[in-house]
């Protein structure tokens, strides 16, 4: 797969007068604090207050994550993606049809991998949940039943889909992006939570080298959005809107099917605000 390939298969966030409303009321000592000595206390509370308030946000939809002894501040999932693919000790899996980087990661690095079409025995899964496909729980469902090793979660719809509920015990690495749960893709921020240290990550994180702009954007859209904001506002209207545009809806409001072709949905919600 090229890049240029990889990119039309994107999916836009929705950013709509009340996000963009709440963005552009910011003062800009949230994202853009200045002092002439950055301080450990300017640096460290944000990476810890966005942890915190993301555990309590998630409570409804993930359980489990106060668990996980290491949590690191990523620059998006893909970020995360990266960092859990160079670490794999042995050949990376995932369900044929999942995510199409992590095919386009492990090509491009000449690296193992297998798509499976059915469940078997595997050293590493990663698995999209909500899924990349219909934004259901398909995926982790055929996931579980694999006889693994590793398994990753690489989340990156949560709040975005039906209301659903999973548990995080079992994963030993779980990312969960606020590109499009927060509708600000160019931030580049995520926490990627993990039962083993990551030493590359842990020496960034404990020096506060992180985006820390993003962190206390992300912290303050999660203390100004309800969890269930996108589903409620949008999940009513997804039959209406597909229908109209002769579309098959999926669990998720922000891709539909136009015949076999995945398709963002952000420009046809323009036509409800």
Same mark, same amino acid.
């Given at each position: 797969?090229?890049? !240029?390939?990889?990119?039309?298969?994107?999916?836009?966030?929705?950013?709509?007068?009340?996000? =963009?409303?709440?963005?552009?009321?910011?003062?800009?000592?949230?994202?853009?604090? +200045?002092?002439?000595? @950055?301080?450990?206390?300017?640096?460290?509370?944000?990476?810890?207050?966005?942890?915190?308030?993301?555990?309590? #946000? =998630?409570?409804?939809?993930?359980?489990?994550?106060?668990?996980?002894?290491?949590?690191?501040?990523?620059?998006?999932?893909?970020?995360? @993606?990266?960092?859990?693919?160079?670490?794999? *000790?042995?050949?990376?899996? %995932?369900?044929?049809?999942?995510?199409?980087?992590?095919?386009? %990661?492990?090509?491009?690095?000449?690296? &193992? +991998?297998?798509?499976? =079409?059915?469940?078997?025995? *595997?050293?590493?899964?990663? *698995?999209? #949940?909500?899924?990349?496909? #219909?934004?259901?729980?398909? !995926?982790?469902?055929?996931?579980? !039943?694999?006889?693994?090793?590793?398994?990753? $979660?690489?989340?990156?719809?949560?709040? $975005?889909? *039906?209301?659903?509920?999973?548990?995080?015990?079992?994963?030993? =690495?779980?990312?969960?992006?606020?590109?499009?749960?927060?509708?600000?893709?160019?931030?580049?921020?995520?926490?990627?939570?993990?039962?083993?240290?990551?030493?590359?990550?842990?020496?960034?994180?404990? $020096?506060?080298?992180?985006?820390?702009?993003?962190?206390?954007?992300?912290?303050?859209? /999660?203390?100004?959005?309800?969890?269930?904001? #996108? %589903?409620?506002?949008?999940? &009513?209207? /997804?039959?209406?809107?597909?229908?109209?545009?002769? /579309?098959?809806?999926?669990?998720?409001?922000?891709?539909?099917?136009?015949?076999?072709?995945?398709?963002?949905?952000?420009?046809?919600?323009?036509?409800?605000?």
């Amino acid at each position: 797969m090229s890049t !240029q390939d990889f990119y039309r298969k994107l999916i836009k966030p929705i950013r709509n007068q009340y996000i =963009t409303n709440l963005i552009n009321n910011i003062d800009a000592s949230v994202y853009s604090p +200045y002092d002439k000595d @950055l301080s450990w206390k300017e640096r460290i509370l944000p990476i810890n207050k966005l942890k915190d308030r993301f555990i309590k #946000w =998630t409570k409804d939809s993930i359980s489990g994550l106060e668990q996980f002894p290491y949590v690191y501040v990523m620059n998006g999932n893909t970020d995360s @993606l990266n960092v859990i693919f160079s670490n794999a *000790v042995g050949k990376m899996c %995932w369900q044929k049809g999942d995510y199409s980087y992590y095919n386009h %990661w492990h090509t491009s690095q000449a690296r &193992p +991998y297998k798509e499976l =079409t059915e469940p078997e025995s *595997v050293s590493n899964i990663i *698995v999209s #949940w909500p899924g990349y496909c #219909w934004g259901n729980s398909d !995926q982790l469902e055929f996931a579980k !039943q694999c006889n693994y090793s590793s398994i990753h $979660l690489d989340c990156a719809y949560l709040g $975005l889909v *039906v209301p659903a509920k999973i548990n995080a015990d079992i994963f030993d =690495t779980a990312s969960f992006s606020f590109s499009k749960s927060l509708a600000i893709p160019y931030n580049r921020i995520s926490l990627l939570f993990s039962k083993k240290e990551i030493s590359n990550l842990t020496i960034m994180n404990k $020096l506060g080298y992180v985006n820390l702009s993003g962190v206390k954007l992300a912290t303050h859209l /999660l203390e100004n959005i309800n969890p269930s904001y #996108w %589903w409620d506002e949008y999940g &009513p209207k /997804l039959d209406h809107m597909c229908n109209k545009h002769n /579309l098959r809806k999926t669990d998720c409001i922000l891709f539909a099917y136009d015949g076999d072709q995945r398709v963002s949905l952000a420009e046809y919600w323009k036509e409800y605000e």
